[in-house]
């Protein structure tokens, strides 16, 4: 019988290693401040057809973004043999191997749209729970937490139905008896905690993949993905099954759009966040490229799975599915080390339910991560925590939901210099002395659409300066960009107008039109969050054009005509 070692199945399996160029991070902390990136959504299957092999991708909206973290008990010191770290090899760089993407999401409509996550078979089966089963579950995954150091705290699991009959219903978190602000909800031990040094085995490998072409989310991703192979035997297998219910859905039962199938992303045509699920599609994909990198770099991976290389034994599919879950339900813990600053917190989220205008955050203290209540709950009363400075187009993306009281809303702008400008260079030097780029994206917050107003308009007058002698005088000054002549003031007001009117058009539906849609009831839960980010966003951009008439009407002359422009500087539709 001939005997293979490492270094021959390694020459085996991996068919190419090439230098790449370091690839864009995906969501970051400043993205998800408290909790990171969105919901798992589907079922989906090995590229090995042994049905024991079939998996599914993780449940639970970080990112921008944009922030958590998970931890696994893998070196506390009740360690068990189920939950293993992935102890590192020497520190040197292996490169990943070339991966070619044959599978596409838009291949196959609505792939992502209905199965489950991490579990497979019948235990990962989306057919609807009775009661009485439903609860034992929760029941599991409490007692299962007690039985490992949980100590006693005041809330429970509880449910609430799917929009969808073939989905099981939604866990979330709810107060067990009556709280007051300041009260200690919970507290889950390190020890129940996923964080990359604990999956990595080592702080210093976590830093260097975190620092490099990996994200903290496609390391928790894959990991969670292999302990799911292990089934039952895995220790984080009640953690695993809850995700899973779960399907990557926030307290609204709706995925992110990253899993959404092409008819579905049509509710957002016309908004800039359909280009950004796009854009983290592509990241993700890059992402998945670098997967064997982890994989070598992981010493117990290697021993434990030696002919598993990632690319191989997960489809593209099953890990976007996995990584949005991981996205959806990370917690970004402040004031830790960078290889623990990612989280899965078992009582975290989805199970719990996030709110712009709340304080409270699970907090790092000691040996555990704590929730603190920053207001009076009922018993039975759902638990919400701060989601973070994000805007709805991110809560969206990360979560699957819109918060329509989000103080942080905003919309974004881009403007920039025109490069065929004679005088570009000067009008850049200007524009750089004064806090802005060549390419400036300018946040219109809700609320403050006519200050992003005035903060837009010394820019747009510099790109509007064609004679030399004003151009200097601008030079000398100090400061923004004064009011130069009526007419040159006009047109960029004009142009302004312009801007908001195309953007407004570029949208299929008008403003009145989605309020009446929403006025329905059995509007499609994913075209409901769609419509109502649609909806805010076009309530933004009338405010804005609104803003800019009054600027006009303002004029010493209001029907005094623009100046010409040969060289205008450009905003991007």
Same mark, same amino acid.
């Given at each position: 019988?001939?005997?293979?070692?490492?270094?021959?199945?390694?020459?085996?399996?991996?068919?190419?290693?090439?230098?790449?160029?370091?690839?864009?991070?995906?969501?970051?902390?400043?993205?998800?401040?408290?909790?990171?990136?969105?919901?798992?959504?589907?079922?989906?299957?090995?590229?090995?057809?042994?049905?024991?092999?079939?998996?599914?991708?993780?449940?639970?909206?970080?990112?921008?973004?944009?922030?958590?973290?998970?931890?696994?008990?893998?070196?506390?010191?009740?360690?068990?043999?189920?939950?293993?770290?992935?102890?590192?090899?020497?520190?040197?760089?292996?490169?990943?191997?070339?991966?070619?993407?044959?599978?596409?999401?838009?291949?196959?409509?609505?792939?992502?749209?209905?199965?489950?996550?991490?579990?497979?078979?019948?235990?990962?089966?989306?057919?609807?729970?009775?009661?009485?089963?439903a609860s034992a579950e929760a029941g599991d995954l409490k007692s299962?937490?007690?039985?490992?150091?949980l100590p006693p705290c005041k809330v429970v699991l509880k449910e609430?139905?799917?929009?969808?009959?073939?989905?099981?219903?939604?866990?979330?978190?709810?107060?067990?008896?009556?709280?007051?602000?300041?009260?200690?909800?919970?507290?889950?031990?390190?020890?129940?905690?996923?964080?990359?040094?604990?999956?990595?085995?080592?702080?210093?490998?976590?830093?260097?993949?975190?620092?490099?072409?990996?994200?903290?989310?496609?390391?928790?991703?894959?990991?969670?993905?292999?302990?799911?192979?292990?089934?039952?035997?895995?220790?984080?297998?009640?953690?695993?099954?809850?995700?899973?219910?779960?399907?990557?859905?926030?307290?609204?039962?709706?995925?992110?759009?990253?899993?959404?199938?092409?008819?579905?992303?049509?509710?957002?045509?016309?908004?800039?966040?359909?280009?950004?699920?796009?854009?983290?599609?592509?990241?993700?994909?890059?992402?998945?490229?670098?997967?064997?990198?982890?994989?070598?770099?992981?010493?117990?991976?290697?021993?434990?799975?030696?002919?598993?290389?990632?690319?191989?034994?997960?489809?593209?599919?099953?890990?976007?599915?996995?990584?949005?879950?991981?996205?959806?339900?990370?917690?970004?813990?402040?004031?830790?080390?960078?290889?623990?600053?990612?989280?899965?917190?078992?009582?975290?989220?989805?199970?719990?339910?996030?709110?712009?205008?709340?304080?409270?955050?699970?907090?790092?203290?000691?040996?555990?991560?704590?929730?603190?209540?920053?207001?009076?709950?009922?018993?039975?009363?759902?638990?919400?925590?701060?989601?973070?400075?994000?805007?709805?187009?991110?809560?969206?993306?990360?979560?699957?939901?819109?918060?329509?009281?989000?103080?942080?809303?905003?919309?974004?702008?881009?403007?920039?210099?025109?490069?065929?400008?004679?005088?570009?260079?000067?009008?850049? $030097?200007? !524009?750089?002395? +004064?806090?802005?780029?060549?390419?400036? =994206?300018?946040?219109?917050? /809700?609320?403050? #659409? *006519?200050?992003?107003?005035?903060?837009?308009?010394?820019?747009?007058?510099?790109?509007?300066?064609?004679?030399?002698?004003?151009?200097?005088?601008?030079?000398?000054?100090?400061?923004?960009?004064?009011?130069?002549?009526?007419?040159?003031?006009?047109?960029?007001?004009?142009?302004?107008?312009?801007?908001?009117?195309?953007?407004?058009?570029?949208?299929?539906?008008?403003?009145?039109?989605?309020?009446? $849609?929403? !006025?329905?009831? +059995?509007?499609?839960?994913?075209?409901? =969050?769609?419509?109502?980010? /649609?909806?805010? #966003? *076009?309530?933004?951009?009338?405010?804005?054009?609104?803003?800019?008439?009054?600027?006009?009407?303002?004029?010493?002359?209001?029907?005094?005509?623009?100046?010409?422009?040969?060289?205008?500087?450009?905003?991007?539709?």
């Amino acid at each position: 019988m001939r005997v293979i070692n490492k270094e021959q199945i390694i020459k085996k399996k991996i068919i190419c290693l090439t230098s790449s160029p370091p690839n864009p991070r995906l969501p970051t902390s400043a993205d998800h401040p408290h909790s990171l990136r969105p919901p798992l959504g589907c079922s989906y299957y090995s590229k090995n057809p042994n049905p024991a092999n079939l998996t599914s991708s993780i449940g639970m909206d970080v990112a921008y973004l944009l922030n958590s973290c998970c931890v696994s008990p893998v070196l506390s010191s009740s360690r068990s043999p189920s939950h293993r770290p992935f102890s590192c090899l020497p520190a040197f760089r292996i490169q990943s191997r070339c991966a070619a993407f044959r599978s596409s999401r838009r291949c196959t409509p609505c792939f992502a749209c209905g199965a489950d996550t991490l579990l497979a078979g019948s235990e990962g089966s989306s057919q609807v729970v009775p009661g009485d089963k439903a609860s034992a579950e929760a029941g599991d995954l409490k007692s299962w937490l007690h039985r490992h150091g949980l100590p006693p705290c005041k809330v429970v699991l509880k449910e609430r139905p799917s929009h969808d009959g073939k989905h099981r219903p939604i866990h979330y978190i709810a107060a067990s008896e009556d709280l007051q602000a300041g009260d200690v909800a919970f507290s889950v031990p390190n020890s129940l905690v996923v964080t990359l040094d604990r999956v990595l085995g080592n702080e210093t490998i976590a830093e260097l993949l975190t620092t490099n072409k990996l994200s903290e989310l496609a390391c928790l991703a894959l990991y969670l993905m292999y302990e799911k192979k292990q089934g039952k035997k895995s220790f984080w297998y009640p953690f695993i099954r809850e995700l899973d219910r779960q399907r990557g859905r926030g307290q609204l039962a709706v995925e992110s759009p990253i899993l959404w199938c092409e008819s579905e992303l049509a509710y957002l045509d016309g908004s800039h966040t359909k280009d950004e699920v796009l854009e983290r599609e592509e990241g993700i994909k890059r992402e998945y490229n670098e997967l064997d990198t982890v994989w070598f770099m992981a010493g117990s991976l290697f021993k434990q799975y030696p002919f598993d290389i990632p690319t191989e034994a997960f489809s593209f599919e099953i890990f976007k599915q996995a990584f949005v879950a991981v996205q959806s339900c990370v917690v970004h813990l402040q004031k830790v080390s960078l290889a623990r600053r990612f989280a899965l917190v078992p009582f975290g989220p989805p199970l719990l339910a996030y709110k712009s205008n709340c304080k409270a955050m699970l907090t790092a203290v000691e040996d555990a991560v704590q929730l603190v209540v920053d207001r009076p709950y009922k018993a039975g009363d759902p638990i919400v925590v701060w989601c973070g400075p994000q805007p709805n187009s991110r809560l969206l993306l990360n979560y699957g939901f819109v918060d329509e009281d989000n103080l942080y809303d905003r919309i974004v702008i881009e403007a920039s210099l025109n490069t065929e400008d004679p005088q570009y260079q000067e009008k850049r $030097m200007v !524009a750089q002395r +004064n806090g802005k780029l060549a390419v400036q =994206v300018f946040h219109v917050y /809700v609320g403050r #659409e *006519k200050e992003a107003i005035l903060e837009m308009l010394p820019y747009l007058r510099l790109g509007y300066i064609s004679d030399t002698a004003e151009m200097h005088s601008v030079i000398s000054s100090q400061g923004p960009t004064c009011p130069l002549s009526p007419c040159m003031e006009r047109a960029v007001l004009d142009q302004l107008v312009f801007y908001f009117e195309a953007r407004l058009a570029a949208y299929p539906t008008t403003l009145s039109e989605d309020e009446t $849609m929403l !006025a329905h009831s +059995n509007l499609d839960p994913k075209k409901r =969050v769609a419509v109502q980010l /649609v909806k805010l #966003e *076009k309530r933004m951009l009338h405010a804005c054009l609104q803003a800019t008439f009054d600027f006009i009407s303002q004029l010493p002359d209001s029907t005094i005509s623009p100046c010409p422009a040969p060289f205008s500087p450009h905003l991007k539709i």
